[in-house]
């Protein structure tokens, strides 16, 4: 399977009402994070993987176990822009079908 | 910035929009009679503001720092008196915009072959007026409110979709930056994916996404007829789960078209919680005498009988600014003064109200949807 055919997949899996009223308000409620810019947003082997931008320096308050949170990467800018980190953050849905896709975190 | 704008020009907000932006109606007739229109316009409705009055209040306006004029309607291609009012609102300065439901985007393949000589020169005199005003323009948006089964059903016109989608093809082929203005009940929500896919295909640079705003024809139970069956036909995206699925469907969208700014119109209330310190100028009083009425009130509405409103064009007429017809440099400190104060109230308590939401705002109309509970607080709840 292809990435673009997964991705649109995501946005049409997300529109199709097939995943229950209670998955999509849990799921945004688990992915929005304070202070935090949603930059990338796709399903992965985990459920869903979250590329985040943000200017504050990435606690593990913010990714509480409560939010089904199974991993999380920060990629420091660094020297090109030393306040602005990159967080991908990957959350278990388990009711996105593409869950078992072999398709890595880091894609 | 608006929906049209350069990504990564840089931004001084007023409120929580980035730009100080005048809705201009300058008439509410239009060619068709949608039904999810909230201003009512069609066939039917007559009159329309006279340009030059709106050049004047520009004017001022542009004093008071607006930047911005958005040309709604009605439809605005009809109104004829269009090419006045861009040519003095760019001489003004503004950057000027409009949004059409593309019936009257000239086809350039269309020579009109059918019709005698009479019509043909009467057609092509209006085509080459309306295009010099289409490359006048900043920016060209056109409305859809899904693929062509429900978009043509809610214009009650069969080739709606198709002159739409043609108009969005026509202008950017012509260079035109140009956009789809995409209004979503929850019917219509399952076929955005697929719709954005068609636009993408047509070449918009710029998709905003926006729930149907349940004013005007929308909000009578006659609203929103014919749409698809197998799901509740024309409720409005105001259930908690309906707007987190609205929100996350765009984010994902904007993935997987890059090159298309996906917006929208929904937010998170953290987010805006946040974010409040923008409306700081006008909850302070003592601040907001000593600042413009577009950091004050944005977006500005101007109605088709002329009437000054802030938010959106539903906005209970309680808190009307004032008039064209009487607008002047006096008019607006003395708004600034005094008559600002209930509006100021009504937008302390919508920000205030956002602390305790965990859900997603459709920010300006839930204002207007408070500005009617405020100015009828014996009515059944709104949506908000």
């Given at each position: 399977?292809?990435t673009k055919d997964l991705?649109?997949?995501?946005?049409?899996r997300?529109?199709n009402?097939?995943l229950?009223?209670?998955?999509?308000a849990?799921?945004?409620?688990?992915?929005l994070?304070?202070g935090?810019?949603i930059?990338?947003?796709?399903?992965?082997?985990y459920?869903?993987?979250?590329?985040?931008?943000?200017d504050?320096h990435?606690?593990?308050?913010?990714?509480d176990?409560?939010?089904g949170v199974v991993?999380?990467?920060v990629?420091?800018?660094?020297?090109?822009?030393w306040?602005r980190?990159?967080?991908r953050?990957?959350?278990a849905?388990d009711?996105l079908?593409a869950?078992g896709?072999?398709r890595d975190?880091?894609? | 910035m608006t929906l049209?704008d350069e990504p990564g020009?840089?931004?001084?907000?007023s409120g929580?929009a980035?730009?100080?932006?005048?809705h201009l109606?300058?008439?509410?007739?239009?060619?068709l009679?949608?039904?999810h229109c909230y201003s009512d316009?069609?066939?039917?409705r007559?009159?329309?503001?006279?340009?030059?009055a709106?050049?004047?209040a520009l004017?001022?306006l542009?004093r008071?720092g607006?930047?911005?004029v958005?040309?709604?309607?009605?439809?605005p291609?009809?109104y004829?008196?269009?090419?006045?009012?861009?040519?003095?609102?760019?001489?003004?300065?503004?950057?000027?915009?409009?949004?059409?439901?593309?019936?009257?985007?000239?086809?350039?393949n269309?020579?009109?072959?059918?019709l005698?000589?009479?019509?043909r020169?009467?057609r092509s005199d209006?085509?080459d007026r309306?295009d010099?005003?289409?490359?006048?323009l900043?920016?060209?948006a056109i409305s859809?409110?899904g693929?062509?089964?429900?978009h043509?059903?809610?214009?009650g016109r069969?080739d709606?979709?198709?002159r739409?989608s043609?108009?969005?093809e026509?202008?950017?082929?012509?260079?035109q930056?140009?956009?789809a203005?995409?209004s979503?009940?929850?019917?219509t929500?399952p076929?955005?994916?697929?719709l954005?896919?068609h636009?993408?295909?047509?070449?918009v640079?710029?998709?905003?996404i926006?729930?149907?705003a349940?004013?005007?024809?929308a909000?009578?139970?006659?609203g929103?007829?014919?749409?698809?069956?197998?799901?509740?036909?024309?409720l409005p995206?105001d259930v908690?789960?309906?707007?987190a699925r609205?929100?996350l469907i765009s984010?994902?969208l904007?993935?997987?078209?890059p090159?298309i700014?996906?917006?929208c119109d929904l937010?998170?209330?953290?987010g805006?919680w946040?974010?409040?310190?923008?409306y700081?100028?006008?909850l302070e009083?003592?601040?907001?005498r000593?600042?413009s009425?577009?950091?004050?009130v944005?977006?500005?509405?101007?109605t088709?009988?002329g009437f000054?409103k802030?938010?959106a064009?539903?906005f209970?007429?309680r808190?009307?600014?004032?008039?064209?017809?009487?607008?002047?440099?006096?008019?607006?400190?003395t708004y600034k003064?005094n008559?600002i104060?209930?509006f100021?109230?009504?937008m302390?308590?919508?920000i205030?109200g956002?602390?305790?939401l965990?859900?997603?705002v459709?920010?300006?109309?839930?204002?207007?949807?408070?500005?009617?509970?405020?100015?009828?607080?014996?009515?059944a709840?709104?949506?908000?």
């Amino acid at each position: 399977m292809k990435t673009k055919d997964l991705t649109t997949r995501m946005s049409q899996r997300l529109a199709n009402y097939k995943l229950d009223d209670k998955v999509i308000a849990s799921l945004a409620d688990r992915i929005l994070l304070d202070g935090v810019q949603i930059a990338r947003f796709d399903v992965c082997m985990y459920g869903i993987c979250v590329d985040y931008f943000t200017d504050k320096h990435p606690t593990l308050e913010m990714l509480d176990h409560r939010r089904g949170v199974v991993r999380w990467e920060v990629f420091p800018y660094g020297i090109i822009d030393w306040d602005r980190f990159h967080v991908r953050v990957a959350f278990a849905v388990d009711e996105l079908e593409a869950k078992g896709a072999m398709r890595d975190f880091v894609g | 910035m608006t929906l049209l704008d350069e990504p990564g020009s840089p931004v001084v907000r007023s409120g929580f929009a980035p730009d100080r932006i005048i809705h201009l109606h300058p008439s509410a007739r239009c060619n068709l009679s949608c039904s999810h229109c909230y201003s009512d316009s069609g066939p039917s409705r007559k009159g329309g503001l006279d340009a030059r009055a709106i050049n004047e209040a520009l004017t001022t306006l542009r004093r008071h720092g607006y930047s911005h004029v958005s040309l709604s309607g009605g439809e605005p291609l009809m109104y004829p008196q269009l090419s006045d009012v861009v040519d003095g609102a760019k001489d003004l300065g503004y950057r000027v915009t409009l949004i059409t439901n593309g019936l009257l985007v000239p086809n350039r393949n269309d020579r009109g072959d059918r019709l005698d000589r009479y019509d043909r020169n009467q057609r092509s005199d209006r085509k080459d007026r309306i295009d010099a005003v289409l490359r006048n323009l900043d920016g060209v948006a056109i409305s859809f409110d899904g693929l062509a089964a429900s978009h043509n059903a809610i214009r009650g016109r069969a080739d709606a979709f198709e002159r739409a989608s043609a108009a969005v093809e026509q202008l950017s082929m012509a260079g035109q930056r140009v956009a789809a203005a995409v209004s979503v009940s929850r019917s219509t929500i399952p076929e955005l994916p697929d719709l954005v896919e068609h636009l993408a295909g047509l070449g918009v640079c710029a998709v905003q996404i926006r729930p149907v705003a349940m004013a005007g024809r929308a909000s009578r139970p006659a609203g929103l007829p014919g749409l698809p069956a197998g799901l509740p036909a024309g409720l409005p995206v105001d259930v908690a789960a309906d707007r987190a699925r609205l929100f996350l469907i765009s984010i994902a969208l904007g993935y997987e078209f890059p090159h298309i700014r996906i917006r929208c119109d929904l937010a998170p209330a953290s987010g805006l919680w946040s974010d409040r310190s923008s409306y700081r100028d006008l909850l302070e009083p003592d601040r907001a005498r000593d600042t413009s009425l577009a950091q004050l009130v944005n977006p500005l509405v101007i109605t088709e009988n002329g009437f000054l409103k802030p938010i959106a064009y539903d906005f209970d007429s309680r808190f009307d600014i004032g008039s064209i017809e009487s607008l002047n440099d006096g008019v607006i400190e003395t708004y600034k003064s005094n008559g600002i104060d209930s509006f100021r109230d009504l937008m302390q308590s919508a920000i205030d109200g956002l602390d305790s939401l965990s859900t997603f705002v459709d920010w300006f109309d839930d204002c207007t949807r408070l500005s009617e509970r405020f100015a009828h607080p014996t009515r059944a709840p709104a949506l908000v």
